[in-house]
């Protein structure tokens, strides 16, 4: 059994990461450091019985453990996925996986050097939402592709989030712009361009409150935009020469929910009610392969080259 580790007491880690995680019988949690806010930790332990540390480095120094699960704020990442890589210890981060993409080539290359799991944790993927969807596309059911358009935003947080912090690494693109740039490379391939981009400052926080981006592969055209305080949005539109599709919840469909996929010919509306998954508990089976297969490790690291690539691209065409 694998022995992971949790660096910060996160809400995600907490609601979603360990109660898929308890499911999964190839992983145990056994310890979780908080070096910030001490208060969040007993419910963690009451719960789950897991060892608590109060420094970062004991947990990643412990020899016992072999994946440090890394669920802190974005400026953090990088400095902490190093230390676990350099000790040899797989790491599962949330996203971004860094803030920037000199940052993720270097984690990549330490990876890659001594055979460790990197993965970046955009969950959505792994929904079988999204392969209804592909298989609708696959199936010419739409006719040929004209144009995509995604969203992803939502409403305004509380004052001290760290999303509102230019220090902690905040910002609507590296929070919710990340999204819909995954979405737009599963569906249309990893030769994408960005043909513009448009970021919006926030003056009081010194982050980006929201923005938008225009992508194609020569073919087809995607668009996408992101937000902070904005009405909630997490949509997904596909128009084809033959009729649309499109869902509303598209990177956030929770276990217990299930999505309503829409198709549109002909001015004739169908509705297709679809089945809940658990796309987190799948994000862990995709690390349990990586752990085994060399090729799902370069995979996850291609992945996460052209992720960063792009977001990176967003950010110097938006001005930012």
């Keep these: 059994m694998i022995k992971i580790g949790i660096l910060g007491a996160a809400d995600i880690a907490y609601r979603m990461f360990l109660p898929a995680l308890m499911e999964n019988k190839n992983f145990q949690c056994v310890g979780l450091a908080e070096e910030y806010d001490q208060s969040k930790v007993e419910k963690f332990q009451n719960e789950f019985h897991i060892d608590i540390y109060d ?4 947990l990643i120094d412990n020899p016992e453990i072999e994946v440090l699960y890394i669920p802190l704020p974005p400026a953090l990442h990088y400095q902490y996925a190093k230390k676990a890589l350099l000790k040899n210890k797989h790491v599962f981060l949330e996203k971004p996986l860094t803030t920037n993409y000199e940052d993720t080539l270097e984690l990549i290359k330490i990876a890659n050097e001594r055979n460790l799991v990197l993965q970046e944790n955009y969950m959505f993927q792994y929904h079988s939402q999204l392969s209804e969807i592909q298989n609708v596309l696959l199936n010419k059911e739409l006719g040929d592709l004209r144009l995509i358009r995604s969203n992803f935003c939502f409403p305004k947080r ?5 999303r509102y912090s230019k220090k ?26 960005i043909e513009c981009a448009h970021l919006y400052n926030s003056i009081e926080h010194d982050i980006d409150l929201f923005g938008d981006f225009s992508a194609s592969n020569d073919n087809v055209t995607f668009q996408g935009a992101f937000g902070m305080d904005n009405d909630y949005s997490c949509s997904l539109e596909i128009i084809g020469s033959k009729g649309k599709l499109s869902t509303n919840r598209i990177f956030t469909s929770p ?3 299930k999505p309503i996929l829409t198709i549109t010919k002909n001015n004739q509306v169908e509705e297709f009610v679809l089945k809940e998954d ?16 060399e090729n799902e490790r370069k995979k996850l690291y291609d992945d996460l080259k052209i992720q960063s690539y792009l977001v990176n691209q967003i950010r110097d065409l938006g001005g930012k």
């Design 168 to 193: 902690l690494g905040g910002g609507a693109l590296l929070d919710a712009g990340g999204y819909v740039v995954k979405l737009a490379t599963i569906l249309l391939g990893t030769n994408l361009h």
């Design 55 to 58: 420094s970062f480095d004991d």
């Design 158 to 162: 509380q004052s001290n989030d760290f």
């Design 278 to 293: 658990n796309h987190f508990s799948k994000s862990i089976n995709v690390f349990w392969n990586a752990l085994r297969d």
């Design 255 to 257: 276990p217990g929910n």
